[in-house]
């Protein structure tokens, strides 16, 4: 028998569980930890509201979570309820899946005002993450600043953009809701520190921007390369210059749209304001050798909100090697150290798609096996539950998730797929054990 204890209930960790499974089938248990009550990790914390049929993956997490040799410890953090060194004296192998939930910084002055934010922070809001469903952002000014050309900055863009009724089919959380029917956000304006050959958005998420029923997207024919430039790109990258060429060309907009602009060769270089946001100062760049180097020459978007979507990094757990540089842990293709490895965002930094967490998980769990071909005589589950009882930690299980998702469910908006709970204590309530 091997005990696998793996942290973090997102697509790293139960692809990794999967890949368990098929490895040792009835010759392995595994225990998914994690800090919140639910789980899913970035399907439900992460990806867009609006976007339910990348969500629907989440079903296959759930058929691995219901077989017997799997079982969810939700509630429970490394770190803060037992330690790393803990676990690995229960369990052969630990595997951190805690993906990159921590926004990296602009490094800007004035990124320390109200109403700037990361995006792990306002996805967070939106998404109902209980860290960030505080936010309160102000969305009383019509311009908002959103930093960074990948697809969290099209994601926070397009929820931006989105009428009521475009978000009433999403599960978006209803202070959200609430919040951004009385936005008065009429323009939101992308800075991309390079130009359009070096986004990172990819062509079916630009492509949502052309569908919006009050917004439309706005790009500068100007910035766009010639033509004849895209045949050197990849199909993907191909695929959004075309849609940022149509972008350009479309002359029908309505006036009254809440307009998504794309502002490329655009740096910014400090957020300015008294107590408040009130402008960010952008430098325009040219691109050299690939770098985006600022030409001297500046200007000033007056806006009232500022989300940087720049990035992520791991947050780091006490005694786990961390790669500062990298935002990650120290890994050597995901050995930290023995018994201890990382995958998924964890492992290789915040790229890729959920799909590309499937072949990591696979990999990781052929290295553990290679590293510990047998029996070590851990204890395990047992083990872990004497601890839990011992701390009183108030372990929350998959079948207790199962009635916290009844409630969501029960409780949704007409047409919306769930209301999910943004505090702990309503999570812990609704399963039905205190
Ligand atoms: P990302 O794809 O790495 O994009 C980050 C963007 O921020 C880049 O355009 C980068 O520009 C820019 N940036 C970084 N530092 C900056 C700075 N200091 N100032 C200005 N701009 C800066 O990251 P992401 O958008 O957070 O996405 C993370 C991952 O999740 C990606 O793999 C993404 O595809 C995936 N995702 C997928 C979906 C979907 O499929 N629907 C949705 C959301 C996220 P440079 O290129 O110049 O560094």
Not at 32 to 42: A, Q, S
Not at 150 to 179: F, Q, T, Y
Not at 371 to 397: N, T
Request: glycine letters at 10%; aromatic letters at 6%.
């Amino acid at each position: 028998m091997r005990h696998i204890a793996i942290v973090g209930s997102g697509p790293a960790g139960y692809y990794t569980a999967e890949a368990a499974l098929k490895q040792w089938g009835d010759e392995v248990r595994v225990d998914i930890f994690d800090t919140l009550p639910v789980p899913f990790g970035l399907i439900r914390t992460g990806v867009a509201p609006d976007h339910q049929s990348i969500k629907a993956v989440a079903r296959r997490y759930e058929s691995t979570a219901l077989t017997r040799n799997v079982r969810f410890v939700g509630n429970v953090m490394l770190g803060r309820d037992l330690s790393v060194a803990e676990l690995q004296e229960l369990y052969d192998a630990v595997i951190l899946a805690t993906g990159a939930p921590h926004d990296r910084k602009l490094g800007l002055p004035g990124e320390e005002l109200p109403n700037v934010f990361g995006s792990a922070a306002f996805v967070g809001w939106y998404n109902g993450h209980p860290q960030f469903a505080g936010l309160h952002p102000d969305l009383s000014h019509q311009t908002a600043v959103v930093v960074g050309n990948g697809n969290v900055a099209l994601d926070v863009a397009r929820i931006l953009a989105k009428s009521e009724d475009e978000l009433a089919d999403s599960d978006i959380v209803a202070h959200a809701l609430a919040g951004l029917h009385d936005s008065a956000v009429r323009r939101i304006v992308i800075l991309g520190r390079r130009g359009p050959h070096q986004i990172a958005m990819t062509p079916k998420e630009l492509s949502e921007l052309a569908k919006l029923s009050r917004a439309h997207p706005v790009v500068d024919a100007a910035d766009l390369p010639p033509v004849e430039a895209d045949a050197g790109l990849d199909t993907g990258l191909r695929k959004s210059l075309g849609h940022l060429r149509a972008f350009a060309a479309n002359e029908d907009n309505r006036p009254d749209d809440v307009t998504v602009e794309f502002d490329f060769f655009a740096a910014p270089r400090a957020i300015l304001g008294e107590g408040k946001v009130e402008a960010v100062e952008v430098e325009r760049t040219r691109l050299v050798d690939g770098k985006a180097v600022g030409t001297g020459e500046t200007y000033r978007i007056p806006a009232g909100m500022v989300i940087a979507c720049i990035g992520y990094q791991t947050s780091p757990i006490p005694d786990v090697p961390y790669d500062e540089q990298g935002g990650r842990f120290a890994n050597e293709e995901g050995r930290i150290a023995p018994g201890l490895y990382c995958v998924g965002w964890a492992r290789r930094g915040p790229t890729g798609t959920i799909g590309t967490n499937r072949p990591d998980g696979f990999a990781i769990i052929e290295k553990v096996a290679v590293d510990i071909p047998g029996d070590s005589g851990k204890p395990g589950r047992p083990g872990f539950d004497a601890l839990a009882e011992q701390r009183g930690l108030q372990v929350v299980k998959f079948t207790d998730w199962q009635k916290i998702d009844e409630a969501e469910v029960a409780a949704a908006r007409t047409g919306a797929p769930r209301e999910k709970f943004v505090e702990v204590e309503k999570m812990i309530e609704a399963t039905g054990r205190v």
